[in-house]
């Protein structure tokens, strides 16, 4: 069965860098759009960037500048270089993928903790 699986989380000072990766494995049927959420206790969960299948990204006003979405096709992967990271980024991360004809997958979510 797909699935997609992350890494790249950890702990990291204000201001440093991070990249996360997300991997569809499995049965891989056609990937349409990717992207990231990030949900931090008790505040709403925020739709962080996205990418299609033709590289069109968007990306939240809070990350705009700082954050890089980025998807290899080949590789079924899509990517999220975070940097200039702020205490307020502390989050657990989740991909998705939308799946022609499939739906949404989603990844298992990794945690990226940012000291002040």
């Known amino acids: 069965q797909m699935q997609l699986v992350e890494s790249g989380g950890g702990l990291v000072q204000a201001g440093g860098s991070l990249r996360l990766s997300c991997a569809a494995s499995g049965s891989i049927f056609s990937i349409n759009t990717m992207g990231w959420y990030r949900q931090a206790p008790g505040k709403q969960r925020e739709l962080v960037a996205t990418i299609t299948s033709g590289g069109s990204t968007n990306y939240a006003d809070s990350v705009k500048g700082r954050f890089t979405i980025s998807r290899d096709n080949a590789k079924n992967t899509v990517y999220l270089q975070m940097n200039s990271l702020k205490p307020e980024d502390t989050a657990v991360y989740y991909c998705?993928?939308?799946?022609?004809?499939?739906?949404?997958?989603w990844g298992q979510g990794t945690q990226v903790t940012v000291s002040s």
């Open positions: 998705y993928a939308i799946i022609t004809a499939r739906g949404t997958m």
